[in-house]
């Protein structure tokens, strides 16, 4: 199988009209690295990101393919989509304020936006073909694959976020929370999809952190929080961004892989 990452770009769930110039191979290189970091906590699906190891009939495509292209192993994705939140952010943030909890996991009173949890958190939810992903509970993630298999996934998750975490930190970077999907090859659980990338985790810089309040991520949000300006519904077509915002979403993610990778 063959995956290729493009440069598009979507928020709110809407693809929008103009991508951002070399998403799709940040998004790749930084993939393979963490999958190579890993490897020894779980197998991966990753068999090669050099175009030469490809299939002859990719070789015509390998000026478009390269750098932005995975061969990897197919697997059968399993539904679940496996969060790990070390940080109270995001929609955890808001769910806390409400409830005290946190995809009906309670929290201590008196937590502040983005403070540090003692221990990460598993978050598991549901994939969406279209819309919004569905928070649930452990036990439903125990329903859908199997209590044993749950199990599983979230020692596995944690054990990997919390590697990354140590790894990203003696590099100044906080990984507040991130994303795993796994899939089976003949019944062995394996890593799949993209690994630890800024569409898939919120990375902040510990130089600029400061608990009590919303934290500029190395991600899309720079383009979130320019579409939040306009009178946009939030529904297809999503309007074209200005070349400014396209450009310092750019450096955003090319600012994180050089920091991560190198």
């Known amino acids: 199988l063959l995956l290729v990452a493009s440069d598009r770009i979507s928020a709110f769930d809407v693809i929008l009209p103009n991508g951002i110039p070399g998403k799709g191979k940040i998004l790749t290189q930084i ?3 963490w999958f190579k970091q890993t490897e020894n906590i779980i197998p991966n699906h990753l068999v090669s990101v050099n175009v030469k190891d490809f299939p002859d009939f990719c070789q015509s495509a390998g000026d478009m393919l390269e750098g932005r292209s995975m061969l990897v192993k197919k697997a059968k994705p399993l539904p679940v989509e496996c969060i790990v939140r070390g940080y109270i952010s995001g929609s ?3 769910e806390y304020k409400k409830n005290g909890t946190v995809c009906g996991i309670k929290l201590p009173f008196g937590l502040t936006e983005s403070e540090k949890l003692s221990e990460p958190i598993f978050t598991p939810s549901t994939k969406a073909e279209e819309g919004h992903d569905i928070n649930i509970s452990f036990e439903e993630a125990g329903r859908m694959v199997g209590s044993e298999l749950a199990g599983q996934l979230r020692d596995i998750s944690i054990k990997i976020y919390k590697k990354a975490q140590d790894m990203a930190e003696n590099k100044g970077i906080i990984i507040a929370d991130t994303k795993f999907e796994f899939g089976l090859i003949n019944n062995q659980l394996i890593l799949i999809d993209e690994v630890l990338t800024p569409d898939s985790s919120r990375f902040w810089s510990i130089k600029t952190y400061q608990p009590g309040k919303g934290q500029d991520s190395y991600d899309k949000q720079i383009i979130r929080d320019y579409l939040l300006t306009l009178t946009w519904d939030q529904r297809p077509p999503g309007p074209v ?22």
């Open 241 to 262: 961004l200005p070349d400014e915002i396209i450009e310092k979403a750019s450096l955003r993610y090319k600012e994180i892989m050089d920091i991560l990778i190198h």
């Open 92 to 94: 955890g943030w808001k």
């Open 31 to 33: 993939s393979a690295y």
